[in-house]
Protein backbone atom coordinates (compact mmCIF):
# COMPACT_ATOMS: atom_id res chain seq x y z
CA UNK A 1 0.00 0.00 0.00
CA UNK A 2 1.50 3.39 -1.36
CA UNK A 3 1.56 6.44 0.99
CA UNK A 4 1.76 10.09 0.47
CA UNK A 5 3.55 12.33 2.19
CA UNK A 6 5.20 15.97 2.47
CA UNK A 7 7.57 17.93 3.84
CA UNK A 8 7.28 18.73 7.40
CA UNK A 9 9.99 21.62 7.37
CA UNK A 10 12.07 22.75 4.42
CA UNK A 11 14.76 20.91 3.28
CA UNK A 12 15.92 21.41 -0.67
CA UNK A 13 18.14 18.56 -0.90
CA UNK A 14 14.77 16.58 -0.25
CA UNK A 15 11.45 16.69 -3.07
CA UNK A 16 8.36 18.57 -1.48
CA UNK A 17 6.01 15.69 -1.77
CA UNK A 18 7.33 12.02 -2.28
CA UNK A 19 4.96 8.88 -2.40
CA UNK A 20 6.13 6.04 -0.35
CA UNK A 21 5.82 2.27 -0.80
CA UNK A 22 7.45 -0.39 2.19
CA UNK A 23 8.87 -3.17 0.24
CA UNK A 24 7.04 -6.63 0.29
CA UNK A 25 7.62 -9.66 -2.07
CA UNK A 26 4.68 -10.83 -1.67
CA UNK A 27 2.84 -8.05 -2.88
CA UNK A 28 2.51 -6.51 -6.40
CA UNK A 29 4.74 -3.09 -6.25
CA UNK A 30 3.51 0.24 -7.51
CA UNK A 31 3.34 1.05 -11.60
CA UNK A 32 6.41 3.25 -10.36
CA UNK A 33 8.49 1.20 -8.78
CA UNK A 34 7.57 -1.20 -11.51
CA UNK A 35 8.84 1.68 -14.22
CA UNK A 36 11.87 2.23 -12.85
CA UNK A 37 12.77 -1.32 -11.29
CA UNK A 38 13.57 -4.53 -13.50
CA UNK A 39 10.69 -7.18 -13.61
CA UNK A 40 11.39 -10.40 -13.35
CA UNK A 41 8.13 -11.94 -13.73
CA UNK A 42 4.42 -11.72 -13.88
CA UNK A 43 2.67 -14.79 -12.50
CA UNK A 44 -0.58 -16.00 -13.29
CA UNK A 45 -3.00 -13.60 -10.60
CA UNK A 46 -0.93 -10.78 -12.59
CA UNK A 47 0.93 -9.86 -9.66
CA UNK A 48 4.61 -8.48 -10.74
CA UNK A 49 7.95 -10.26 -9.67
CA UNK A 50 10.91 -7.87 -9.51
CA UNK A 51 14.27 -8.70 -9.92
CA UNK A 52 15.94 -8.73 -6.51
CA UNK A 53 18.72 -9.80 -4.25
CA UNK A 54 19.12 -10.59 -0.82
CA UNK A 55 21.89 -8.72 0.77
CA UNK A 56 24.37 -10.64 3.62
CA UNK A 57 22.84 -7.90 6.26
CA UNK A 58 19.16 -8.88 5.45
CA UNK A 59 18.51 -6.05 3.08
CA UNK A 60 17.14 -6.07 -0.69
CA UNK A 61 18.49 -5.29 -3.60
CA UNK A 62 16.61 -3.93 -6.72
CA UNK A 63 17.71 -3.55 -9.70
CA UNK A 64 17.23 -0.53 -11.79
CA UNK A 65 15.72 -0.48 -14.78
CA UNK A 66 16.61 0.79 -18.14
CA UNK A 67 20.73 1.52 -17.34
CA UNK A 68 23.57 0.51 -19.03
CA UNK A 69 25.53 0.17 -16.29
CA UNK A 70 24.62 -2.54 -13.50
CA UNK A 71 22.84 -0.18 -10.86
CA UNK A 72 20.47 -0.98 -7.64
CA UNK A 73 18.27 0.22 -5.15
CA UNK A 74 19.60 -0.77 -1.77
CA UNK A 75 17.05 -1.35 0.79
CA UNK A 76 19.20 -1.87 3.60
CA UNK A 77 16.20 -3.12 6.08
CA UNK A 78 12.90 -3.85 4.31
CA UNK A 79 11.13 -3.94 7.57
CA UNK A 80 11.56 -0.37 8.24
CA UNK A 81 13.01 1.13 5.30
CA UNK A 82 10.60 3.40 2.93
CA UNK A 83 11.14 2.97 -1.10
CA UNK A 84 10.04 6.69 -1.77
CA UNK A 85 9.23 8.63 -5.29
CA UNK A 86 9.35 12.16 -6.39
CA UNK A 87 6.17 12.67 -9.25
CA UNK A 88 7.94 15.71 -10.68
CA UNK A 89 11.45 15.12 -11.01
CA UNK A 90 10.96 11.16 -11.37
CA UNK A 91 13.40 10.39 -8.82
CA UNK A 92 13.26 6.56 -6.70
CA UNK A 93 15.38 6.72 -3.60
CA UNK A 94 15.18 4.84 -0.07
CA UNK A 95 14.77 6.28 3.12
CA UNK A 96 14.82 4.97 6.74
CA UNK A 97 11.79 5.92 8.93
CA UNK A 98 13.75 7.94 11.31
CA UNK A 99 14.54 9.93 8.28
CA UNK A 100 11.04 10.05 7.02
CA UNK A 101 9.86 10.79 10.21
CA UNK A 102 12.50 13.97 10.62
CA UNK A 103 11.94 15.30 6.95
CA UNK A 104 8.09 14.11 6.06
CA UNK A 105 4.59 14.33 7.72
CA UNK A 106 1.62 12.76 6.09
CA UNK A 107 -0.37 14.52 3.73
CA UNK B 1 4.14 25.58 4.28
CA UNK B 2 6.72 25.05 6.95
CA UNK B 3 5.33 23.70 9.95
CA UNK B 4 6.03 25.01 13.73
CA UNK B 5 8.77 23.03 15.22
CA UNK B 6 10.41 21.93 12.03
CA UNK B 7 13.42 22.03 10.62
CA UNK B 8 14.64 24.14 8.09
CA UNK B 9 18.04 23.62 6.22
CA UNK B 10 19.49 26.02 4.05
CA UNK B 11 22.56 24.32 2.57
CA UNK B 12 24.55 21.39 3.22
CA UNK B 13 27.37 20.91 5.36
CA UNK B 14 30.86 22.78 5.24
CA UNK B 15 32.90 22.49 8.12
CA UNK B 16 33.84 18.93 10.58
CA UNK B 17 31.65 20.87 13.76
CA UNK B 18 28.62 22.46 14.01
CA UNK B 19 27.51 24.78 16.29
CA UNK B 20 23.73 24.68 17.71
CA UNK B 21 23.53 28.60 19.02
CA UNK B 22 19.96 29.08 21.36
CA UNK B 23 19.07 31.83 20.34
CA UNK B 24 18.10 33.81 23.97
CA UNK B 25 18.19 37.42 23.50
CA UNK B 26 16.63 39.72 22.07
CA UNK B 27 16.86 41.41 18.05
CA UNK B 28 18.75 43.47 17.55
CA UNK B 29 21.71 41.88 18.51
CA UNK B 30 24.58 43.46 21.00
CA UNK B 31 27.31 44.48 18.78
CA UNK B 32 29.56 42.19 21.04
CA UNK B 33 27.42 39.29 20.62
CA UNK B 34 27.20 39.90 17.38
CA UNK B 35 30.93 39.84 16.69
CA UNK B 36 31.05 37.07 18.55
CA UNK B 37 28.32 34.92 16.33
CA UNK B 38 30.43 36.23 13.54
CA UNK B 39 33.68 34.50 14.43
CA UNK B 40 31.61 31.46 15.26
CA UNK B 41 30.52 31.03 11.84
CA UNK B 42 33.96 31.69 10.46
CA UNK B 43 35.04 28.51 12.14
CA UNK B 44 31.92 25.81 12.07
CA UNK B 45 28.35 25.39 10.78
CA UNK B 46 25.74 27.01 12.96
CA UNK B 47 22.37 25.99 13.08
CA UNK B 48 20.12 28.27 15.32
CA UNK B 49 17.07 26.89 18.18
CA UNK B 50 14.93 29.89 18.58
CA UNK B 51 11.70 30.36 20.81
CA UNK B 52 8.81 31.04 19.23
CA UNK B 53 7.83 34.01 21.20
CA UNK B 54 11.20 35.57 20.48
CA UNK B 55 11.82 38.40 17.94
CA UNK B 56 8.10 39.56 17.28
CA UNK B 57 7.45 43.00 17.05
CA UNK B 58 8.10 45.67 15.11
CA UNK B 59 11.60 45.75 14.96
CA UNK B 60 12.22 42.11 14.22
CA UNK B 61 13.83 40.51 11.58
CA UNK B 62 12.22 36.64 10.28
CA UNK B 63 14.11 34.16 11.53
CA UNK B 64 14.38 32.53 8.14
CA UNK B 65 15.96 35.97 6.56
CA UNK B 66 18.08 36.12 9.91
CA UNK B 67 19.73 32.22 9.74
CA UNK B 68 20.13 33.32 5.68
CA UNK B 69 22.06 36.72 6.03
CA UNK B 70 24.39 34.95 9.28
CA UNK B 71 25.15 31.97 6.12
CA UNK B 72 23.74 29.31 9.46
CA UNK B 73 23.35 25.51 8.27
CA UNK B 74 19.73 25.41 9.22
CA UNK B 75 16.89 27.04 11.88
CA UNK B 76 13.93 25.92 14.47
CA UNK B 77 11.75 27.47 16.14
CA UNK B 78 9.68 26.07 19.23
CA UNK B 79 7.16 27.00 21.32
CA UNK B 80 9.59 26.22 24.34
CA UNK B 81 13.10 25.32 23.69
CA UNK B 82 13.33 21.83 25.95
CA UNK B 83 15.25 18.54 25.83
CA UNK B 84 12.86 17.98 23.31
CA UNK B 85 13.79 20.51 20.89
CA UNK B 86 17.89 20.29 21.33
CA UNK B 87 17.53 15.98 20.88
CA UNK B 88 15.64 16.66 16.94
CA UNK B 89 18.17 19.11 16.25
CA UNK B 90 20.62 16.30 17.47
CA UNK B 91 18.90 13.41 15.69
CA UNK B 92 18.52 15.37 12.71
CA UNK B 93 22.38 16.53 12.46
CA UNK B 94 23.31 12.64 12.93
CA UNK B 95 20.73 11.31 10.56
CA UNK B 96 19.78 13.26 7.16
CA UNK B 97 22.79 13.25 4.85
CA UNK B 98 23.21 16.44 3.93
CA UNK B 99 23.32 17.84 7.11
CA UNK B 100 25.31 14.84 9.18
CA UNK B 101 28.58 13.45 9.22
CA UNK B 102 30.02 16.51 12.15
CA UNK B 103 32.94 15.09 14.75
CA UNK B 104 31.97 18.03 17.30
CA UNK B 105 29.63 19.49 18.43
CA UNK B 106 29.25 22.59 20.77
CA UNK B 107 26.11 24.07 21.99
CA UNK B 108 26.34 27.82 23.04
CA UNK B 109 23.86 30.15 24.45
CA UNK B 110 24.14 33.24 22.36
CA UNK B 111 23.70 35.83 25.31
CA UNK B 112 27.26 34.24 26.04
CA UNK B 113 28.55 35.00 22.88
CA UNK B 114 29.84 38.57 23.98
CA UNK B 115 32.31 36.92 26.40
CA UNK B 116 33.54 34.97 23.13
CA UNK B 117 37.94 35.54 22.95
CA UNK B 118 40.48 34.96 20.19
CA UNK B 119 42.40 32.37 22.97
CA UNK B 120 38.69 30.50 23.20
CA UNK B 121 38.70 30.29 19.65
CA UNK B 122 42.02 29.03 19.17
CA UNK B 123 41.29 26.49 21.96
CA UNK B 124 37.99 25.27 20.15
CA UNK B 125 40.37 25.03 16.98
CA UNK B 126 42.72 22.63 18.94
CA UNK B 127 39.79 20.50 20.16
CA UNK B 128 38.98 20.13 16.79
CA UNK B 129 42.58 19.14 15.68
CA UNK B 130 44.29 17.57 18.28
CA UNK B 131 42.90 14.08 20.04
CA UNK B 132 44.29 14.80 23.56
CA UNK B 133 40.61 15.62 24.82
CA UNK B 134 37.67 13.30 23.75
CA UNK B 135 35.62 14.13 26.82
CA UNK B 136 33.02 16.98 26.74
CA UNK B 137 34.19 20.05 28.51
CA UNK B 138 31.14 22.04 30.93
CA UNK B 139 31.16 23.01 34.19
CA UNK B 140 29.06 20.85 36.29
CA UNK B 141 27.40 22.32 39.17
CA UNK B 142 25.48 20.04 41.58
CA UNK B 143 21.59 21.56 41.96
CA UNK B 144 20.98 23.54 44.76
CA UNK B 145 18.17 22.16 47.40
CA UNK B 146 15.91 24.87 46.01
CA UNK B 147 16.53 23.60 42.41
CA UNK B 148 15.20 20.35 43.15
CA UNK B 149 12.60 21.48 45.05
CA UNK B 150 11.06 22.93 41.75
CA UNK B 151 12.19 19.71 39.53
CA UNK B 152 10.27 17.32 41.57
CA UNK B 153 7.89 19.85 42.57
CA UNK B 154 4.10 18.45 41.86
CA UNK B 155 1.79 20.41 39.94
CA UNK B 156 -0.88 22.60 41.60
CA UNK B 157 -4.14 22.81 40.44
CA UNK B 158 -5.61 26.57 39.59
CA UNK B 159 -7.83 27.93 41.93
CA UNK B 160 -11.10 28.43 40.44
CA UNK B 161 -14.16 30.17 41.10
CA UNK B 162 -16.69 28.54 42.51
CA UNK B 163 -19.74 30.47 41.02
CA UNK B 164 -18.10 29.73 37.42
CA UNK B 165 -17.59 25.86 38.46
CA UNK B 166 -21.51 26.11 39.32
CA UNK B 167 -22.45 27.69 36.22
CA UNK B 168 -19.92 25.39 34.05
CA UNK B 169 -21.33 22.52 35.69
CA UNK B 170 -25.36 23.19 34.39
CA UNK B 171 -23.89 24.06 30.84
CA UNK B 172 -22.16 20.76 30.61
CA UNK B 173 -25.60 19.49 31.77
CA UNK B 174 -27.48 21.71 29.30
CA UNK B 175 -25.55 20.47 26.72
CA UNK B 176 -25.60 16.68 27.83
CA UNK B 177 -21.44 16.69 27.98
CA UNK B 178 -19.82 14.14 30.35
CA UNK B 179 -17.93 15.31 33.23
CA UNK B 180 -14.44 16.53 32.03
CA UNK B 181 -10.85 15.78 34.66
CA UNK B 182 -8.73 18.51 35.27
CA UNK B 183 -6.46 19.58 32.22
CA UNK B 184 -3.45 18.93 34.29
CA UNK B 185 -2.00 15.55 33.72
CA UNK B 186 -0.37 13.39 36.85
CA UNK B 187 2.79 13.90 36.50
CA UNK B 188 5.19 10.67 36.53
CA UNK B 189 8.35 10.82 38.63
CA UNK B 190 9.49 7.27 38.18
CA UNK B 191 11.41 8.40 34.96
CA UNK B 192 12.47 12.27 36.24
CA UNK B 193 15.99 12.50 37.18
CA UNK B 194 18.26 15.84 37.52
CA UNK B 195 20.76 16.25 39.65
CA UNK B 196 23.34 18.34 38.10
CA UNK B 197 23.29 22.12 36.04
CA UNK B 198 26.14 23.61 33.97
CA UNK B 199 27.27 27.15 34.38
CA UNK B 200 29.01 27.22 30.84
CA UNK B 201 27.64 28.49 28.28
CA UNK B 202 29.48 26.85 25.56
CA UNK B 203 29.80 22.89 25.75
CA UNK B 204 31.98 20.98 23.27
CA UNK B 205 31.66 17.59 22.84
CA UNK B 206 32.89 15.24 20.19
CA UNK B 207 30.10 12.95 18.14
CA UNK B 208 30.89 9.94 20.36
CA UNK B 209 29.26 11.06 23.33
CA UNK B 210 26.25 12.41 21.01
CA UNK B 211 25.63 9.15 19.50
CA UNK B 212 25.55 7.75 23.08
CA UNK B 213 23.06 10.88 23.72
CA UNK B 214 20.82 9.00 21.63
CA UNK B 215 21.61 5.74 21.66
CA UNK B 216 19.86 6.03 24.91
CA UNK B 217 16.94 8.02 23.88
CA UNK B 218 16.34 5.30 21.25
CA UNK B 219 15.10 2.77 23.79
CA UNK B 220 11.65 2.88 24.39
CA UNK B 221 11.95 2.95 28.52
CA UNK B 222 14.46 5.94 28.19
CA UNK B 223 11.50 8.46 25.74
CA UNK B 224 9.55 9.41 28.60
CA UNK B 225 12.58 10.66 30.66
CA UNK B 226 13.68 14.11 28.37
CA UNK B 227 9.96 14.77 28.81
CA UNK B 228 10.13 15.30 32.23
CA UNK B 229 12.52 18.17 31.75
CA UNK B 230 10.85 21.90 31.72
CA UNK B 231 13.35 23.86 31.73
CA UNK B 232 13.76 26.36 28.95
CA UNK B 233 17.41 26.01 29.10
CA UNK B 234 18.36 22.67 27.16
CA UNK B 235 22.20 22.87 28.94
CA UNK B 236 20.26 21.71 32.19
CA UNK B 237 19.23 18.35 30.32
CA UNK B 238 22.61 17.78 28.85
CA UNK B 239 24.53 18.23 31.81
CA UNK B 240 21.74 16.07 33.42
CA UNK B 241 22.36 13.00 30.81
CA UNK B 242 26.24 13.09 31.06
CA UNK B 243 25.98 12.81 34.63
CA UNK B 244 23.06 9.79 34.34
CA UNK B 245 24.67 8.34 31.47
CA UNK B 246 28.13 7.98 33.56
CA UNK B 247 29.98 9.92 30.53
CA UNK B 248 33.71 11.22 31.80
CA UNK B 249 34.13 15.25 31.39
CA UNK B 250 36.33 17.78 31.43
CA UNK B 251 34.64 19.91 34.42
CA UNK B 252 35.58 23.36 33.43
CA UNK B 253 34.77 26.38 31.09
CA UNK B 254 36.46 26.11 27.84
CA UNK B 255 38.09 29.15 28.46
CA UNK B 256 40.30 27.80 31.29
CA UNK B 257 41.26 25.08 28.91
CA UNK B 258 44.74 25.13 27.56
CA UNK B 259 45.47 22.46 24.39
CA UNK B 260 49.40 22.53 23.50
CA UNK B 261 49.92 19.82 21.00
CA UNK B 262 49.83 16.63 22.56
CA UNK B 263 49.20 18.19 26.62
CA UNK B 264 46.62 20.05 27.90
CA UNK B 265 46.49 22.17 31.12
CA UNK B 266 43.37 23.23 33.12
CA UNK B 267 43.81 26.90 34.87
CA UNK B 268 41.87 26.55 38.74
Request: proline share 3%; hydrophobic share 35%.
Amino acid sequence: MTEFYVQSGFNPFYPAEIETWKWNKDESPPNWVIDYCRVKNIDLDSRVILDYKRTSTGGVELVRAGTDIYSTLLIQNPNTDFICFDHISKKLFVLKQQELELLYKKK
Amino acid sequence: MIDKDSISLLRSRRTKSLSIIVMDVSYPLDEKIQKGFDKITRISDVFLLFNDNCWIGSESIDKMKFACLHDCLGWISVKDITSESLLKVLNYTTTISEASNFLFYSIIKCSGLSKLTDEMLSTLKSYHISNVINKPILNLVRLAPRELHRFYQLPTKPKSNKLVEVINRLKDKITNKSNKKSNIAIFDYTNAHCTHKTDSWFVVMKVHTINTILEFFKKDENKEYSKTFKEPDPLIFLSSVLVKLNIDIINSDISKVKINGNSFSIEK
